[in-house]
């Protein structure tokens, strides 16, 4: 049997994506040889509300990144799995990426076992704000910092 007739055939299908479904999409894949995993070990949550200076060095880490994530467009892989989901075939689409780009391309049924990038949580009071918003604050913050060095 091949794919295709498989997922024609199928009632209610469940999906599992990784890093791979959004490469040619222009994010790096994680885990891959000379990928971010072999060049900065993650940070665990644990670690990130327990110390300001480990969210430091998570924010400056990840306003670096940041452009690449927000230039990202749903491929052809994203697309695909929308268009299945629309017709009935994809039931589910679990997704250890962070990028929404599932989204992007239709996909509704998407649950996000690392969560998101596109959204940022406060701490404090678990208020919901887009990363544009935050990465532009990260900005004028670094502005600032530069502007005020020795």
Same mark, same amino acid.
């Given at each position: 049997? +091949?794919?295709?007739? *498989?997922?024609?055939?199928?009632?209610?299908?469940?999906?599992?994506?990784?890093?791979?479904?959004?490469?040619?999409?222009? =994010?790096?894949? /994680?885990? +891959?040889?000379?990928?971010? @995993?072999?060049?900065?070990?993650?940070?665990? /949550? +644990?670690?990130?509300?327990?110390? %300001?200076? $480990?969210?430091? *060095? /998570? @924010?400056?880490?990840? *306003?670096?990144? @940041?452009?690449?994530?927000?230039?990202?467009?749903?491929?052809?892989?994203?697309?695909?799995?929308?268009?299945?989901?629309?017709?009935? +075939?994809?039931?589910?689409?679990?997704?250890?990426?962070?990028?929404?780009?599932?989204?992007?391309?239709?996909?509704? %049924? $998407?649950?996000?076992?690392?969560?998101?990038?596109? #959204? $940022?949580?406060? #701490?404090?009071?678990?208020?919901? *704000?887009?990363? $544009?918003? =935050?990465?532009?604050?990260?900005?004028?913050?670094?502005?600032? @910092?530069?502007?005020?060095?020795?």
């Amino acid at each position: 049997m +091949s794919l295709s007739e *498989f997922v024609r055939d199928a009632k209610r299908l469940v999906v599992l994506t990784g890093a791979g479904c959004s490469t040619e999409s222009g =994010i790096p894949d /994680y885990r +891959s040889p000379g990928g971010a @995993w072999t060049r900065h070990k993650p940070i665990q /949550y +644990s670690a990130f509300v327990r110390s %300001a200076e $480990v969210r430091r *060095f /998570y @924010w400056a880490r990840s *306003f670096r990144g @940041w452009p690449r994530f927000e230039a990202a467009r749903p491929n052809r892989a994203h697309r695909a799995l929308a268009e299945l989901e629309s017709r009935g +075939s994809v039931h589910q689409l679990i997704t250890q990426n962070v990028d929404d780009l599932h989204q992007e391309a239709g996909s509704r %049924a $998407v649950v996000q076992l690392h969560g998101r990038n596109r #959204l $940022v949580v406060c #701490l404090d009071c678990g208020a919901e *704000f887009p990363r $544009v918003a =935050i990465q532009e604050e990260l900005a004028e913050l670094n502005r600032d @910092w530069l502007a005020n060095a020795p």
